[in-house]
């Protein structure tokens, strides 16, 4: 459909008429064809454009003010609409998409793009299917798809405000790394909310309803005191449902800590890091026992003298913090390694949920930041010492929500920024296969570097400056973007993915999980009905 017409071009960008009567959208997707190419334009203003004198305004504005009728005397002439569009590619007679080198002539028209031009746009050619591509606010019927073993590694960065459905993009992708049919994939998880196993609610869908989860779902919760099969039975279509899922205890006893996974939490000051080394070398495997159990002034003593009293008085505080009452971390000696066991799992490409719904924020960090340090270990050794193994590791991928709690510009205590094991992941894990995926309300909160290092950025509705601002400052492709961010819908993105080969800002609608569940489960059960039925 014809849209309007060419009237204006500097740089990228194109200012063109908006044809009457025609509804353009701002983030739409437009093109314009012109000596055999075709520019591809992403619309993302408009402004009336006016000949009329102040005298005119005054006297119109006047009469529709008191009800007149007032007409404005060759008003096509004088008076219409333009929109603002930015060239976002550039696609040549042989249908390959690049970056812009021309621009489109003067008077040219402007067009709505047809299922062929959205082809030539190479959105689909990943292995994660994520959304469809988004026209406005309608959707096109097309999908949008990642891949995985180029984003993984150059880490993910997804923004949003609270309910813009940045939970509901996690669960998305834990899917798509679900139905990829090798094992080339994993991903963990650490559910705080503990929506991500049966649904937030009741009456919705989580990553058990999925047909998949049987072979590649690995859940670690309190609910078993042993490693076990959890039966899960659910009514669909008026189908009784049953899923057996591999269940893990969600349990760390002493002796798989080590003094690094509380460094790499990036609580400790280097004085207290030091600490915890000098212990570990005094008392081996007991030395979290004994830093709990001896008073401040005994270890001062054990540890001649070689560590403050006030530094060992804020460490045990700290420890006892991050340890919490006993629930997750025990002090017992015990038949599992929660950490071994979640790497056996990502071995095999599978999904691992971490549920921690009870966990304090202390107990939290020490746990994701234990496990993600292990996984990095594992990673990093095999890479070292065994090339060929290190091959055969599916790509994983780490999620972190509320990730400017880990990755804060400013420390919150006050004292320097310490290292820890996510900020260590975005500068080092492109070259393990170990890639994080960021999750936040508050982009603006989070290290530029995290930012950076996070090359596809998926924005979700995000209306606070400090947070759009960030965002577009240290992504490509978005320098026109900050009206059409704070207006999203919810589940609207604007994806950024360069390793994915997308060139630009791609306006995508992110696939409802419910709706996902749904069909997934609808096939599933026409499958069996027809082995039934052919079994007659
Ligand atoms: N792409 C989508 N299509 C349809 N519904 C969606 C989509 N994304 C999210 N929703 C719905 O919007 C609601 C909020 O989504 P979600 O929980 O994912 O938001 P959130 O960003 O994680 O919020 P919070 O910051 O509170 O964690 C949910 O009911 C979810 O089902
Ligand atoms: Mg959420």
Redesign the pocket.
Known sequence: MKLGVVVWVEGTTVKFRVREGVLVERGQLVKVEDRSQKFVLRVYDFKPESLLTPAEVAIVSKKKQEGENAPIYDKGLRLYDTALATIICQIDEDGVPHGPTGVPSLFTDVETLDKLDLEQLNLDTGDLPI?FVRVGHKTADIQVTLKGDKVIPHHILVC?V????????GKVLAAAVMSVPEPRYSLVIFDC?SEYFSG?SHD?YGLVHLPEAEDRLFYVTGRVDEPSIVTYEFNFNGELVERKILAYPLRVYYSELNPSDFAMTGEFSSPQEELLWLLYRRFKENWLEKLLELTSREIYDLLNKLAKTSTINVTKRKIRHMLGAGDIFVNEEGGFELSKAIISAIKQGKVVLVDIPYATEGEEKLLSAMIARKIFKVYEGLRKFDPAAWERLPYVLIMVEEAHRYLAKHALTGGEVRENIFSIISKRGRKYKVGALYIT?MPGEIAETVIRQALTKIV?PLPTRPDYTKVIQYSPYLDEAEQEIKTLD??DALIVSPPSGLRFAVPA??????KLVERRLRVELDKIKMATYSSF
């Open positions: 959304g949003g609270t309910g813009s459905g940045k939970s509901n993009l909310e937030a919705q309300q979700l919810r589940g609608k992110i696939f409802s999980f419910e």
